[in-house]
């Protein structure tokens, strides 16, 4: 939070984990890295516009999704389908 420019040289790893990771717990952090990470890099928000798709319509849990919605909100408004799905899962 203090500086995500130090971890900005790790984010294919962190995208690489966003892909083949299950556990939810660490799912959200991944999630929370990546959207600190977005506004400095504006190409990591078209990368990220498949798994978070896949993530807010797949999963169960409302932590997940809550930062899921959140990290399309900070850093992925340029993306329009993403905030649109975004926008209807919060409508109901």
Known sequence: RKNPQN?????????????HT???????KIVKLLGA???L?????KK?????TTLINTTPAK???YEA??????????????VQLSMEK???
Not at 7 to 13: D, G, N, Q, S
Not at 22 to 28: E, G, H, Q, T, V
């Open 90 to 92: 919060l409508r109901g």
């Open 7 to 19: 971890y900005l040289a790790l984010a294919p790893l962190f995208f690489k984990l966003l892909t």
């Open 41 to 45: 890099e504006p190409r990591l928000g």
């Open 48 to 52: 990220l516009v498949e798994p978070l």
């Open 69 to 82: 919605i959140h990290t399309v909100s900070v850093g992925m408004t340029p993306h329009l389908p993403i």
């Open 22 to 28: 299950a556990n939810n717990w660490m799912l959200i």
């Open 63 to 65: 932590s997940l999704l």
């Open 37 to 39: 990470l977005c506004p």
